[in-house]
């Protein structure tokens, strides 16, 4: 296979290099952030690439950014994100083409050489290949995202204001309700999200750090 390496750290770069190699494929480029990713994919038209999630300059979601990017040009260019975190909203973007072609690993849950080559030789043939934890955290994202659709508008309005610190008091004078309603607003909404009473959690902060994410 033609590849492309896309790797912040030169030492596992120059690793996953030399272990392709010596496999037989060929690396036609070895790049360390997202804007010489897309450069080197254009120019090189690889079997497949090999994409760390998080590069220069900011460190956050730069190579599966410039992934979607590539992937929006041209569906067919297969890609194999190997990365230490799972980013839920990108990959969610990224899987949602169904056009194949498409991996995610954990590097930390790669246990074996020959189990990565094979899951690589499978997403440049067009599968999609993805660590268990990966399908997990995105179900779990989806399930989360559900829960606040069911909000209705009135709810969400009380969210928003829980998110700013308010409280149930002023919350109330802020929409014109009187006290009551808002703690039946604020109960409901926590029943929709799947909070129950608990001596141990604040439910408030909970829902608040579910809007947040959202």
């Known amino acids: 296979m033609r590849i492309v390496v896309a790797e912040d750290s030169a030492v596992l770069r120059a690793g996953l290099v030399e272990l392709l190699t010596l496999r037989g494929n060929e690396v036609v480029a070895e790049v360390k952030d997202g804007e010489s990713l897309r450069r080197a994919v254009i120019e090189h038209a690889p079997d497949v690439s ?3 999630i998080r590069m220069p300059p900011a460190f956050t979601d730069e190579g599966l950014r410039a992934t979607i990017d590539l992937r929006r040009q041209d569906p067919s260019r297969a890609v194999l994100l190997f990365s ?3 980013e839920t909203s990108y990959a969610a973007e990224l899987l949602a083409d169904r056009a ?3 991996g995610y690993l954990l590097k930390d849950r790669v246990a ?3 189990d990565f080559l094979d899951a690589l030789r499978r997403v440049a043939a067009g599968e999609t290949v993805l660590d268990p934890e990966v399908v997990s955290q995105l ?3 989806t399930r989360k995202a559900a829960a606040l659709d069911r909000l209705t508008g009135r709810e969400r309005e009380v969210l928003a204001l829980m998110a700013e610190g308010r409280s149930n008091g002023a919350i109330a004078a802020k929409l014109f309700l009187s006290s009551g309603s808002v703690e039946k607003y604020v109960t409901r909404l926590f029943d929709k999200l799947g909070l129950p ?3 141990e959690d604040n439910r408030r902060v909970l829902a608040v750090l579910r809007y947040l994410g959202s």
Do not use: C, K, L, R
């Open 84 to 86: 230490q975190y799972v």
């Open 100 to 102: 194949g072609g498409v």
């Open 139 to 141: 179900f779990g994202a």
């Open 50 to 52: 090999i994409v760390d």
């Open 112 to 114: 074996d050489v020959s």
């Open 197 to 199: 009473p608990s001596e």
